[in-house]
């Protein structure tokens, strides 16, 4: 991969903000059974994007990093009123593109434009790449035919698709994943846009052409001003490629700081298995990673308290443990016993449906509270070592069986820590100069 060439010094500190985003939420509501919404009951709401504050400088590139399902991609089209915001503003040129009308959203996408991750699902099929290019011009006003022409010619030049003549008569079948991105990113520059919200734009290309169509990136960057969003989930490409990396998780920012800061610092249990999770070229030195548990929850239906602590190893007490965290672990204890033991402490404590109804304390048990407290001393002995314990604050008789009730937990903040902006209840105050 290229080196990465030197930030001028607008790009590391970057001054006017172009882009700012307040308190952002984007909600999906979910579509429940026939019978549901018959009776008007609420199926449920995806917070795709769930309160995100995150300004772009001018001529910066600011990279967003998470797994799938973070909302990553629902805040790079919510930048372009693809994805209506359900609270919060995104002011562009301190105008809020969250109230906008369809015909003011029009008017502003010239001024930001997206370059998509898939070029084959980007690319009308039935389009040469000179009707492609010059349709946003079409759309935009741009009458003259000669001018179009003119304005695709330069704009496919930028994006090193020359001689032009070879490629403007081509349709999107005769080119290859590389060149249709060039078209793609050729489409999207035509405008002359301020801002480019990039998603994924590399992952569908093979690795040969993913560090050209970086440092063409890079190029028209400095070449056009242009100020990037950069969507990923490639922690390598954003460390060559981005000023400043947001890490998100289910739909927050966690972390956000200096590309330096994060990669030599990290804060966050979340972006710290991120890191170990790049792997290492050389075969043969062995890298002790450790990996966040399971899988990411719900978006629909998230954890209480810190939304990573069910699968956070440096969990706390406070960090919100709550009635479905002890069913994972009792069905986890299960999966080590015998098909005896299993039914025996079946029986013990009975269904755990109740469980997956969030909440900070629990019932377990339907026999004897005694031989349930038993069980959980039994599996609190197998597996010393599970963060849940900690969380537990209380456990008493109830019924047949005991309440289980656990630490009131925090929903962390974004919060100062030395170089980096990290919502973490290991990092509560300020940390400065660590």
Same mark, same amino acid.
């Given at each position: 991969m290229p080196t990465k060439p030197e930030a001028p010094t607008e790009t590391r500190t970057p001054g006017e903000t172009v882009v700012d985003v307040r308190d952002l939420s984007v909600h999906f509501g979910l579509r429940g059974g026939n019978l549901a919404r018959l009776f008007g009951r609420d199926a449920g709401t995806v917070k795709a994007v769930d309160g995100v504050n995150l300004r772009l400088g001018r001529g910066e590139v600011v990279g967003v990093v998470g797994e799938s399902g973070s909302g990553k991609s629902t805040l790079g089209r919510a930048l372009l009123g693809l994805a209506p915001a359900t609270e919060g503003s995104i002011l562009f040129e301190d105008e809020d593109i969250a109230g906008m009308s369809r015909r003011r959203l029009r008017e502003i996408r010239r001024h930001i434009q997206m370059?998509?991750?898939?070029?084959?699902?980007?690319? !009308? /099929?039935?389009?040469?790449?000179?009707? &492609?290019?010059?349709? $946003?011009?079409?759309?935009?006003?741009?009458?003259?035919?000669? +001018?179009?022409?003119?304005?695709?010619?330069?704009?496919?030049?930028?994006?090193?698709?020359?001689?032009?003549?070879?490629?403007?008569?081509?349709?999107?079948?005769?080119?290859?994943?590389?060149?249709?991105?060039?078209?793609?990113?050729?489409?999207?520059?035509?405008?002359?846009?301020?801002?480019?919200?990039?998603?994924?734009?590399?992952?569908?290309?093979?690795?040969?052409?993913?560090?050209?169509?970086?440092?063409?990136?890079?190029?028209?960057?400095?070449?056009?001003?242009?100020?990037?969003?950069?969507?990923?989930?490639?922690?390598?490409?954003?460390?060559?490629?981005?000023?400043?990396?947001?890490?998100?998780?289910?739909?927050?920012?966690?972390?956000?700081?200096?590309?330096?800061?994060?990669?030599? !610092? /990290?804060?966050?249990?979340?972006?710290? &298995?991120?890191?170990? $999770?790049?792997?290492?070229?050389?075969?043969?030195?062995?890298? +002790?990673?450790?990996?966040?548990?399971?899988?990411?929850?719900?978006?629909?239906?998230?954890?209480?308290?810190?939304?990573?602590?069910?699968?956070?190893?440096?969990?706390?007490p406070i960090c919100g443990w709550e009635s479905r965290d002890l069913r994972t672990v009792v069905e986890a204890h299960w999966t080590r016993r015998s098909p005896e033991e299993y039914d025996a402490e079946k029986g013990l404590v009975g269904d755990l449906d109740h469980l997956d109804t969030a909440s900070k304390s629990a019932t377990l048990g339907s026999s004897s509270p005694d031989e349930v407290r038993a069980l959980l001393d039994r599996m609190r002995e197998e597996a010393p070592a599970e963060p849940l314990w900690e969380g537990v604050?209380?456990?008493?008789?109830?019924?047949?069986?005991?309440?289980?009730?656990?630490?009131?937990?925090v929903d962390p903040v974004l919060r100062r820590a030395g170089g980096v902006e990290v919502a973490c209840v290991l990092y509560p105050e300020d940390e400065s100069g660590a």
């Open positions: 370059v998509f991750q898939d070029p084959n699902a980007a690319l !009308n /099929p039935s389009m040469t790449v000179e009707t &492609a290019v010059g349709d $946003a011009l079409r759309v935009q006003g741009v009458k003259d035919a000669d +001018e179009r022409r003119a304005r695709v010619i330069d704009a496919l030049e930028r994006v090193g698709l020359s001689p032009v003549e070879l490629f403007l008569s081509k349709y999107p079948r005769d080119l290859s994943g590389g060149q249709k991105q060039r078209v793609v990113m050729a489409r999207a520059i035509v405008m002359g846009p301020s801002v480019l919200v990039a998603d994924e734009p590399i992952s569908m290309l093979d690795m040969s052409v993913r560090a050209k169509i970086l440092q063409l990136m890079l190029d028209l960057k400095q070449d056009l001003g242009l100020t990037y969003l950069y969507i990923t989930h490639d922690l390598a490409s954003a460390k060559f490629f981005c000023d400043r990396i947001a890490i998100m998780y289910l739909g927050r920012i966690v972390e956000i700081g200096p590309t330096e800061e994060i990669f030599a !610092n /990290p804060r966050h249990p979340y972006t710290q &298995a991120l890191l170990s $999770a790049i792997p290492d070229p050389d075969p043969s030195r062995m890298v +002790e990673r450790e990996l966040p548990r399971g899988e990411i929850p719900d978006a629909a239906d998230p954890p209480l308290g810190c939304s990573f602590h069910p699968r956070c190893p440096q969990a706390t604050d209380s456990i008493s008789d109830h019924g047949k069986g005991v309440r289980i009730d656990f630490h009131e937990g």
